[in-house]
Antibody, heavy 115, light 107 residues
């Protein structure tokens, strides 16, 4: 199992960014997937979940601004980040869901929101 | 939202010592509790799921237990490679919530 995030970077407040998570080594379409973030020096903060049938759930802090999606043909998970705020600065991890635990995590991608 | 109160915030222990970290859930979460280890500069790794089940490849010196709404992670014989930050996570209901973490160091 391998999860590789990409798409991070430095972005101005109010702007947008799209993160990708490329999955391999398992049947991607059969698993729910999560995005979790970690602000610098802080703990883990759950962001969003998408089920194998593409149902979605969001944390209140990102609802209406972030969109999780998946492309099973490309074995890829996405997170569209809109209306970014300084408090969204964090490492963003994708993780596979297994019985509601997160059994595999990517290496993370840094998103910095600053003017 | 379900709150997970984790303690202690930091812990310094000697090699081969027994270490215990606890998480208190703000309401009943059954066995929907997982533990993760995050080594410096790395992503978190699953240690325990279902409150007591050991994840694949995790050494048997790690174990999880439950007493009501209090959950514990025990390391039976601390090793150098066990340093890092440990987090609990409830999986009973959305939003998933994590404990604040326990930083484990070698004395």
């Amino acid at each position: 199992v391998q999860l590789v995030e990409s798409g991070g970077g430095l972005v101005q407040p109010g702007k947008s960014l799209k993160l990708s998570c490329s999955a391999s080594g398992f049947t991607f379409s059969s698993y729910g997937m999560h995005w979790i973030r970690q602000a610098p020096g802080k703990g883990l903060d759950w962001v969003a979940y998408i089920s194998s049938s593409s149902g979605t759930v969001y944390a209140d802090a990102v609802k209406g601004r972030f969109t999780i999606s998946r492309d099973n043909a490309k074995n890829t998970l996405y997170l569209q980040l809109n209306s970014l705020k300084s408090e969204d600065t964090a490492i963003y991890y994708c993780a596979r869901s297994s019985g509601r635990a997160l059994d595999y995590w990517g290496q993370g991608v840094m998103v910095t929101v600053s003017s | 939202d379900i709150q997970m109160t984790q303690s202690p915030a930091s812990l310094s222990a000697s090699l081969e010592e027994i270490v215990t970290i606890t998480c208190q859930a703000s309401q009943d979460i059954g066995n929907w509790l997982a533990w993760y280890q995050q080594k410096p500069g790395k992503s978190p790794q699953l240690l325990i799921y279902g409150a007591t089940s050991l994840a694949d490849g995790v050494p048997s010196r790690f174990s999880g237990s439950r007493s009501g709404t209090q959950y514990s992670l025990k390391i039976s014989r601390l090793q150098v490679e066990d340093i890092g930050i440990y987090y609990c996570q409830q999986a009973s209901s959305a939003p998933l919530t994590f404990g604040s973490g326990t930083k484990l160091e070698i004395k």
